[in-house]
């Protein structure tokens, strides 16, 4: 079983940047593929970004120049730096691994508020 750790979120005034992180408990090699979602209540949880072994990376449309998912196979940690923040980037953060069995992980989930 795959536990996952993530750190790095708080509050931030529009235009700054914040870089989460997802460390992991086992060697991000055995995972095939890890991303981000994102959640605001009373909506579905939706994929920010993901990043698979090839290192071939997706981002959503609305963060793409902005948002960049990286790893650091060193570390068994994966990141996302999140830089001209926006009120509408306030959500839930959640990082998210799956395995070549197919199951997928679920970390607790940050919370990343973009406020004045």
């Known amino acids: 079983q795959v536990q996952l750790v993530e750190s790095g979120g708080g509050l931030v005034q529009p235009g700054e940047s914040l870089r989460l992180s997802c460390a992991a408990s086992e060697s991000i090699f055995s995972i095939y593929r890890m991303g981000w979602y994102r959640q605001v209540p009373g909506k579905q949880r939706d994929l920010v970004a993901s990043?698979?072994?090839?290192?071939?990376?997706i981002h959503l449309d609305s963060v793409k120049g902005r948002f960049t998912i990286f790893e650091d196979n060193t570390k068994d940690t994966m990141y996302l730096q999140m830089n001209s923040l926006k009120p509408e980037d306030t959500a839930v953060y959640y990082c998210?691994?799956?395995?070549?069995?197919?199951?997928?992980?679920w970390g607790q989930g940050t919370q990343v508020t973009v406020s004045s």
């Open positions: 990043i698979t072994r090839g290192d071939s990376t």
């Open positions: 998210v691994a799956d395995v070549s069995s197919g199951r997928r992980y």
